[in-house]
């Protein structure tokens, strides 16, 4: 069966670190452009950054203020986001899917709730 699954998610403290994963099940990651993204409630979806086939990073807005960083362990076959400096506002679903900007035919995994919150 062809999935994504998400995990990493959870309730963390304001300035705090986290690891998002994104697990693959059914094809290799590396054959894909991976983009991760997050809905808060109330928003649209907001692309974050995404990795192509052949490595090309490419980061998005809140990933340029150097918070966000996605990589990817073809050994694992698993795509992470390592978020750092965590904000109440970055509280949101974060889902990963098979594109960067989340067009038709995009494959998504189930989401993983992050919560910021003192």
């Known amino acids: 069966q062809v999935q994504l699954v998400e995990s990493g998610g959870g309730l963390v403290r304001p300035g705090t670190s986290l690891r998002l994963v994104c697990a693959a099940s059914?094809?290799?990651?590396?054959?894909?452009?991976i983009g991760w993204f997050r809905q808060a409630p109330g928003k649209e979806r907001q692309g974050l950054a995404c990795?192509?086939?052949?490595?090309?990073?490419?980061d998005f807005a809140d990933s340029r203020n150097d918070r966000f960083h996605i990589s990817r362990d073809d050994v694992e076959n698993e795509v992470y986001l390592d978020m750092s400096g965590l904000r109440p506002e970055d509280t949101a679903v974060y889902y990963c899917?098979?594109?960067?900007?989340?067009?038709?035919?995009?494959?998504w995994g189930q989401g993983t709730q992050v919560t910021v919150s003192s």
């Open positions: 899917g098979t594109s960067c900007h989340g067009t038709p035919g995009t494959l």
């Open positions: 059914g094809f290799r990651l590396e054959t894909k452009t």
């Open positions: 990795i192509s086939s052949r490595n090309p990073v490419i």
